[in-house]
Nanobody, 124 residues
Framework: QVQLVESGGGLVQAGGSLRLSCAAS????????IGWFRQASGKEREFVAG????????RYADFVKGRFTISRDNAKNTAWLQMDSLKPEDTAVYYC?????????????????WGQGTQVTVSS
């Protein structure tokens, strides 16, 4: 069992930055791939970014490339999503999730444990 808790969301103006955190407890954090997803009101949950268990592999959705950075510190059982140059269309609830399989996948069913989400609102 892995418990995930996101934090760091809030209200920010367009062009601003936020740093989301995903704190994990339970089974060995370092063995899991971490993914960040988001779900805007009335829309499907979508992949944002992912990072391999070692941190050596990352993957980003096209709409955040160059603006968001995913990282992790296995010693702290924590992953982060640094979000810069935020746009109103980035407004959503952001979730972190883990998977134990190899590779950074982008589909929701491949991730098993999920946090409760943190709201990010970007005003224009």
């Amino acid at each position: 069992q892995v418990q995930l808790v996101e934090s760091g969301g809030g209200l920010v103006q367009a062009g601003g930055s936020l740093r989301l955190s995903c704190a994990a407890s339970g089974r060995t954090f370092s063995s899991y791939t971490i993914g960040w997803f988001r779900q805007a009101s009335g829309k499907e949950r979508e992949f944002v970014a992912g990072i391999s268990w070692s941190g050596g592999g990352t993957r980003y959705a096209d709409f955040v490339k160059g603006r968001f950075t995913i990282s992790r510190d296995n010693a702290k059982n924590t992953a982060w999503l640094q979000m810069d140059s935020l746009k109103p269309e980035d407004t959503a609830v952001y979730y972190c999730a883990t998977r134990s399989g190899a590779g950074v996948t982008t589909t929701r069913p491949t991730y098993y444990y999920w946090g409760q989400g943190t709201q990010v609102t970007v005003s224009s």
